[in-house]
T-cell receptor, first 110, second 112 residues
Framework: GVTQSPTHLIKTRGQQVTLRCSSQSGHNTVSWYQQALGQGPQFIFQYYREEENGRGNFPPRFSGLQFPNDSSELNVNALELDDSALYLC???????????FGPGTRLLVL | DAKTTQPTSMDCAEGRAANLPCNHSTISGNEYVYWYRQIHSQGPQYIIHGLKNNETNEMASLIITEDRKSSTLILPHATLRDTAVYYCIVARGSTGGFKTIFGAGTRLFVKA
């Protein structure tokens, strides 16, 4: 399945954070979502074969990388209090295929 | 991307069928209807999806109206473990990526 690390993280405002995701084997697409408490997941961006392939309404301080070994990263610079959320990654076999989600990383920004 | 409208919450008795409605009146011809559920802050779990025809799998059935403007997810024999937030999503693949837009979902409470 899809795994994410770490499970929980505490940072302070202004810091930078890197979240990691390991996709299901053979999945060439990974999408990242932010889920604030009590809300549905919000699409951040999607990576397909190591290239960004679509982006939601998030500023450039949210960036990502996808590697050939089924792993990917979400990087957030200059953390703000509102960045506190559950961050989810989802992998799929293609850009238009069913997505399978990881358990998420819960980020708290103080 | 089309938006969806779902009831905020629903109750269902254990062992009975749970019927979760979803309106997607602005759906485009190439957009699929997807259903996911999320149990207590875990990652969303894929349930089922469809384009035009009704679909059934081991978890649920999906009924899509002929005009595709609404659909219903049916859990045939709800159990306590089906208590979760259920998201109805319309999504399409495109050169801009498969942007999946989640709404607030329906919180289903299955009661003993």
């Amino acid at each position: 399945g899809v795994t994410q690390s770490p499970t929980h993280l505490i940072k302070t405002r202004g810091q930078q954070v890197t979240l990691r995701c390991s996709s299901q084997s053979g999945h060439n697409t990974v999408s990242w979502y932010q889920q604030a408490l009590g809300q549905g997941p919000q699409f951040i961006f999607q990576y397909y074969r190591e290239e960004e392939n679509g982006r939601g309404n998030f500023p450039p301080r949210f960036s990502g990388l996808q590697f050939p070994n089924d792993s990917s990263e979400l990087n957030v610079n200059a953390l703000e209090l509102d960045d506190s959320a559950l961050y989810l990654c989802a992998s799929s076999t293609g850009t238009a295929e069913t997505q399978y989600f990881g358990p998420g990383t819960r980020l708290l920004v103080l | 991307d089309a938006k969806t409208t779902q009831p905020t919450s629903m109750d269902c008795a254990e062992g009975r069928a749970a019927n979760l409605p979803c309106n997607h009146s602005t759906i485009s011809g190439n957009e699929y209807v997807y259903w996911y559920r999320q149990i207590h802050s875990q990652g969303p779990q894929y349930i089922i999806h469809g384009l035009k025809n009704n679909e059934t799998n081991e978890m649920a059935s999906l009924i899509i109206t002929e005009d595709r403007k609404s659909s219903t997810l049916i859990l045939p024999h709800a159990t306590l473990r089906d208590t979760a937030v259920y998201y109805c999503i319309v999504a399409r693949g495109s050169t801009g990526g498969f942007k999946t837009i989640f709404g607030a979902g329906t919180r289903l409470f299955v009661k003993a």
